[in-house]
């Protein structure tokens, strides 16, 4: 598989905190990791998302009296879907997954960061 100078492989997200044991796991995440490194081997141009929440994030239920996960709110940019606090900066859970082993990666965004409102 031969990628141009131009392509770009966008890893989104490869966090202990939606895989297995994670605060927001989705099951068997992390079975797709070792795919994941090796399709990088195949790009000269990889970049990595990761979720980086401070604890007040406005899409987390504790933050909101009488909410529980994955109810709803509305807020002034439409319907927010209310999560378990996951990937709070700083923690193992907003971590990239220690399977994961691109040294290749140019950039690393972190997103989600702004609280949107103070508690």
């Not at 202990?16 to 195949?42: E, S």
Request: net charge negative; glycine share 6%; with cysteine.
């Amino acid at each position: 598989m031969f990628q141009s100078e131009r392509s770009v492989l966008i890893v989104v997200d490869v966090q202990n905190g939606f895989t297995p044991g994670g605060n927001l796991a989705v099951a068997h995440a992390d079975q797709i990791i070792p795919r994941i490194n090796q399709l990088a081997q195949h790009f000269a141009n990889v970049v990595i998302t990761q979720d980086w929440h401070p604890q007040n994030h406005i899409s987390f239920a504790e933050n909101h009296v009488g909410k529980q996960p994955f109810e709803t709110l509305e807020l002034e940019y439409g319907t927010q879907v209310l999560w378990p606090a996951h990937c709070v900066q700083g923690t193992l859970d907003a971590e990239l997954h220690p399977d994961l082993n691109i040294p290749t990666a140019q950039l690393i965004i972190r997103k989600g960061f702004h609280s949107t409102y103070c508690i």
